[in-house]
């Protein structure tokens, strides 16, 4: 597929500690409206016969709103694009995923980091483990592949919680 990289946001209200992202781009969420996006995008698939879309943002989908709209407006226009983003487990629920595979999403990276709970609290994830699984379940049912990321030697990480997250990440299968 003719295919590009996007950025439509900047931002993430996430405060993991390993991440630079908030250095760099700050935790206040800023966007394009869909409505911009919606637009740039036809130019893309019109003029550039562009099909894929890896959307690059920090969280594409810190507002479930924001996306509902995107989703919505690529339904309603019949843009032919299929895309890929990347999300945090707790910004997203069985509806939207739907919504989103239905609006061309093939593909969803998740950071998960870690398989047990004191790991993720330490890294200040701002998520549980059960958000984690959910979040995986509802894209799988969804039909929307998914990745995962996941990070070994973390400050107090020890073989048994290392085996831990092994183990998750076979159970989410990303």
Known sequence: KKGMTLVSARGCPGH???CSVHLINGREFRYFSAKR?????ENLVNKH?????AFRDDTFTVSKER????????????IPLRWYCLARSNTVDLEL?????KAGCEMIH??????????????????TIQQLRQAF?????????????????NPTETQETMDKTLAFALELNP
């Open 97 to 101: 995923l739907k919504l989103m595979k």
């Open 16 to 18: 993991c500690i390993f």
């Open 49 to 53: 016969h562009i099909e894929f879309i």
């Open 67 to 78: 996306v509902r709209e995107i989703c919505t407006l690529l339904l309603e226009r019949k």
């Open 110 to 127: 998740y950071g998960v980091e870690a398989g047990d709970q004191k790991i993720l609290n330490l890294l200040k994830k701002g998520m």
């Open 137 to 153: 379940e509802w894209t799988h049912a969804a039909g929307i592949k998914t990745v995962g990321s996941f990070i070994f030697g």
């Open 37 to 41: 996006l919606i637009e740039d995008i």
